[in-house]
């Protein structure tokens, strides 16, 4: 009531008794039930135009209901027991399952034998469900002999020979009795099946064809590098794109097809998992003779040039300095790695390791040039790394500093980053431009990109 009074609801007395004897269900006069008063006033049918009782989950899935499970209905057809071990050696090999391991557990006996049905209760312990035909085949390949079925199978049941059923699956990881035999050849089984795929009519295979010449005319016509465009619907180099995409690509050639023509082509090209595998349509339809064009004619002359490096020993020293000063590398810690007993020589391969691992990378000549100044005279494959450590420390300190407390250090300033050896001459750079605009002619007059055959080179971007 002084709710009521708060909301400014002011009713008379009968009024108000009828309310409450409506809501105060326990039958005392203490306590009302204000949720239900509630409910009947802002009732969701007015508010929401949809009430408490529209499409509640429990009208579909009663809780009382048992929980129905179905099971999962296998159905491939196999051509023959060899694509069927095909099939499972190619799990097995994903997925690196040994199959005997499921199998021993039922042969007590060590007979290699168990029964069909133990047989299918290991295979699903592998999760790898096989239908009712590939079963069948399997059973029938690998049956026992028939005294061995009398003496250990129940009645009823037929006996399966696991031992032989894992030795044709593990050829995929080794071959047996390979210690008997050295010179045996070893041939890795094959893991291609060939249920599953799409049969083509002759009809789609003569249309196929004729599609693909027809392909192969437009790319010899307009000189179009047609994996580039399939490589960026592939990020993962797998060689195959969805139907979609192929048609997609092919659309962005100005190649549109008819939707019978594609189902005939995606029949023609596709694999078991409904891929389109666009390298056999490429192999299929490049053009094997491209067409001669006389004005892109190469008219360069190869010269053998190969880099010797710098041939002055205080330049090279120089150069080294600049590399450490930058680097602000402590190369003494690195060569005693290699010195344990602290004799202050190291070999002649150990000391240019040390100077690569810290990106201090020379030519042949240049560490020749090296080699003649601070190898050993007792033994010229060794190398007095003491030497040239300090003389590369100068350019931070000088050494001998606390006999003499007044001597001056000069800094030693490395080179700017343009190098003036560096700078192109104006004859370099007309040669420089001629041979860019080459390139550019070249690449205009044949349609190609570049960038894609850089990247067939470079795996790891």
């Known amino acids: 009531m002084r709710v009521l009074n708060r909301l400014k609801i002011d ?12 809501y105060m269900d326990k039958g005392n006069a203490d306590e009302v039930n204000y949720f239900e008063f509630i409910n009947d006033v802002d009732r969701p049918e007015d508010m929401f135009g949809a009430g408490r009782d529209f499409n509640h989950s429990y009208d579909y899935f009663s809780v009382t209901d048992p929980r129905a499970v179905e099971t999962q209905i296998i159905k491939l057809q196999p051509e023959d027991v060899d694509d069927v071990l095909s099939r499972i050696r190619k799990y097995c090999s994903q997925n690196r399952i040994r199959l005997q391991e499921f199998f021993r557990d039922f042969d007590k006996l060590r007979s290699g034998r168990i029964t069909s049905t133990q047989f299918r209760t290991g295979m699903s312990m592998v999760k790898l469900n096989l239908s009712q035909s590939e079963f069948d085949l399997l059973c029938n390949f690998y049956s026992a002999s028939p005294h061995t079925i009398k003496s250990i199978a129940p009645a009823g049941q037929s006996l399966f020979n696991w031992r032989d059923f894992c030795d044709d699956v593990d050829k995929i990881f080794f071959t047996k009795g390979l210690e008997k035999d050295a010179t045996t050849e070893v041939n890795l089984p094959t893991i291609v099946t060939k249920y599953g795929q799409l049969c083509t009519s002759k009809l789609d295979n003569n249309l196929a064809d004729n599609i693909v010449r027809r392909f192969k005319q437009k790319l010899m016509r307009e000189r179009l590098d047609a994996k580039s465009f399939f490589q960026s619907w592939d990020k993962h180099n797998r060689y195959k794109v969805s139907p979609k995409q192929f048609r997609q690509v092919l659309s962005t050639f100005g190649f549109n097809l008819t939707d019978n023509e594609s189902d005939a082509l995606c029949k023609y090209y596709t694999n078991q998992e409904g891929e389109i595998e666009y390298l056999k349509f490429l192999r299929d339809s490049n053009p094997d003779d491209l067409v001669p064009v006389e004005e892109t004619k190469s008219r360069y002359n190869a010269k053998g040039w190969k880099f010797s490096g710098i041939t002055d020993y205080d330049a090279l020293m120089l150069k080294i300095k600049n590399i450490v000063k930058k680097g602000r590398i402590r190369l003494m810690e690195f060569f005693q790695d290699h010195d344990n007993l602290r004799k202050g020589y190291v070999p002649y391969m150990k000391y240019k390791g040390v100077l690569r691992s810290q990106n201090i990378e020379l030519t042949d000549t240049e560490n020749e040039i090296l080699l003649d100044r601070f190898k050993l005279s007792e033994d010229s494959k060794l190398i007095n790394y003491v030497d040239f450590v300090e ?27 343009i190098d003036p050896d560096d700078v192109l001459t104006d004859a370099e750079e007309d040669v420089l431009e001629a041979c860019l605009q080459r390139l550019g002619r070249e690449t205009r007059n044949r349609r190609l990109l570049l960038k894609p055959l850089f990247q067939d080179k470079d795996k790891i971007n």
């Open 11 to 22: 009713l008379p007395e009968d009024l108000l008794s009828l309310l409450l004897k409506n």
């Open 391 to 417: 003389e590369i420390d100068r350019i931070f300190t000088k050494k001998g500093l606390e006999r003499e407390p007044r001597a001056t250090v000069e800094e030693f300033t490395p080179i700017n980053i």
